[in-house]
């Protein structure tokens, strides 16, 4: 499927930039435009004109490659549904590493700048408030009317998609729920439900998000759009229900998640195995997260998971949801349940049947292994007399793009993917040598990157912070590297290596800083 809006995946493959910020969305004619004027608006038109605001963001990201260079600045234009207290919603993409905000009235052009005051990048929304003074904030809203949630939307249901003309004008386009089911939005391995929906939207400049309505109310917001199919991909209410309701408190929390992989058991040679009965609905459990909430609960690799919270698991992993049919059973605790709330799972262990509980939690980015994503910040990196030491990540990975993972990057896609050796070594995070730059100090070390860095200077390393501190303790005025692959050992002339370092900050690498651990 097409991106509705030319997006590149925020886990793109294939961008030397790799996930850190979308692109600058570009548009295509999706049918011929009519040349007649547009008929004026009806009185339910400016009503729903009134519930939106124009988002202008300027963005930079970092280079995950060059961890000192930033890419190229860019714009966007969206959407945004006004929200009680001033409050402005928009998709997570829309504000990813964001230099500047700004929102604009349709009509007047009038603007004012804006802040993200909460942001979940799995779930891809935002949350906007005004950066300016009161007096100047009610000026700017005096005649906006915010925008109620509705969750009720289900198969079949007609909801109609939102954009505003040139000069303010209501663009209105009908599109039917065809289907609803579990899918990532912007963020590898984070599901979540969406809404597939069919009908013809004609694109327009300033609609990177898009809201999705129903009886005048917020029904979703517009993910992807295949224009060849004529499918859109919504993100529905309940997950911005969702969202807003955790915003509320003024502490987000998050989505909860269970921390498991399943394998769907309908080969009746595989249930076999597993002693499973032909009747007997359950997955098996092939991973379990280390410190999410299924390991806390005692769940573990191996167990057949039966049901959550009451609800009946089938062989597929799927659930009977009463609103929307079959639907996965990651839904129960990621669109249902918050951080904190209790869950019961029962699952069969070694033929036995089992009650286990426990309350469910969210495992943050940075508490992983590898990271699985990063925005609004550039990578973690350390820059010794031309060895570049920086934290294994999924961003980094997807810099290089399908066709050149081989090779070292090929093994440290392995590692991503199985972590658990390297966690079972007490590792916080996989520090690697990523890149050599020519100084004299790596003169023969030229081709080396890709190997995990095991040991500086006699200290193990954990993380990036003990390669500093390392580096400050040289052996009888060398550093000694140690590395899991050929050459196994590098030695560095400490006294040559700060001369390198003063050389690096000054010379043609336009390199800033030698560092970044923050």
Do not use: C
């Not at 493959?13 to 435009?33: D, E, H, N, Y």
């Not at 007096?135 to 009317?145: I, S, V, Y």
């Not at 349940?337 to 939690?361: P, S």
């Amino acid at each position: 499927m097409k991106p509705f809006f030319f997006l590149i995946a925020l886990l793109a493959i294939g961008s030397a930039q790799a996930q850190t910020a979308p692109a600058t969305p570009k548009f295509l004619p999706l049918r011929p435009k009519d040349p007649a004027p547009q008929p004026a608006q009806s009185p339910q038109a400016v009503i729903q004109t009134s519930s939106l605001l124009k988002v202008n963001v300027t963005h930079q990201s970092h280079n995950l490659r060059i961890p000192w260079q930033k890419e190229g600045a860019g714009g966007r234009r969206g959407l945004g549904v006004v929200l009680e207290g001033n409050r402005i919603l928009v998709t997570g993409q829309m504000v990813s590493d964001a230099t500047y905000i700004e929102l604009e009235l349709p009509e007047s052009g009038q603007k004012i700048p804006a802040r993200v005051i909460a942001v979940d990048y799995e779930a891809n929304l935002a949350l906007l408030a005004p950066s300016t003074t009161p007096e100047r904030t009610a000026a700017f809203f005096t005649g906006l009317r915010p925008m109620e949630v509705d969750t009720s939307a289900r198969i079949g249901d007609t909801l109609v998609v939102w954009q505003t003309g040139r000069v303010g004008e209501l663009i209105v386009t009908p599109m039917r729920i065809s289907k609803v089911m579990n899918q990532g939005y912007v963020v590898e391995n984070a599901s979540f439900i969406v809404y597939e929906a069919q009908g013809i939207i004609r694109s327009e400049a300033n609609s990177f998000t898009l809201p999705v309505a129903k009886g005048g109310k917020l029904a979703a917001l517009l993910l992807r759009y295949d224009s060849k199919n004529q499918l859109a991909t919504l993100l529905p209410a309940p997950i911005i229900e969702h969202f807003l309701k955790d915003v509320a408190d003024g502490k987000y929390d998050g989505f909860p998640s269970l921390g498991i992989e399943f394998q769907i058991t309908l080969d009746d040679q595989f249930r076999e195995y597993l002693g499973m009965t032909p009747d007997q609905p359950g997955v098996y459990i092939s991973s379990v997260t280390k410190g999410a909430s299924a390991e806390q609960a005692g769940v573990k690799k191996g167990d057949i998971m039966l049901s959550i919270n009451g609800s009946e698991i089938d062989s597929r992993g799927d659930y009977q949801d009463p609103h929307y049919g079959p639907l996965s059973v990651s839904h129960i605790v990621r669109g249902k349940a918050f951080v904190g709330d209790e869950v019961e799972m029962k699952v069969m262990r070694e033929g036995k049947e089992i009650t286990l509980k426990g309350k469910l939690t969210r495992k943050q980015p940075e508490d992983y292994l590898v990271l699985p994503y990063q925005f609004d910040k550039g990578p973690r990196y350390i820059l010794n007399g031309g060895l570049l030491f920086q934290e294994l990540t999924r961003p980094y990975l997807n810099s290089f793009g399908n066709e050149q993972q081989g090779g070292p990057i090929l093994r440290l896609a392995r590692i991503a993917g199985s972590p658990e050796e390297y966690e079972k070594k007490g590792r916080k995070k996989v520090v690697f040598l990523s890149a050599v730059l020519p100084t004299t100090s790596t003169q023969g070390y030229e081709r080396l990157s890709g190997q995990i860095v095991d040991e500086v200077n006699g200290m193990a390393i954990t993380q990036l912070e003990d390669i500093a501190e390392a580096f400050k303790k040289p052996q009888d005025g060398i550093h000694i590297v140690r590395l899991d692959q050929y050459p196994f050992v590098i030695h560095l002339d400490a006294a040559k290596v700060e001369k390198d370092n003063l050389q690096l900050i000054n010379g043609m690498f336009r390199i800033s800083s030698l560092s970044r651990l923050d």
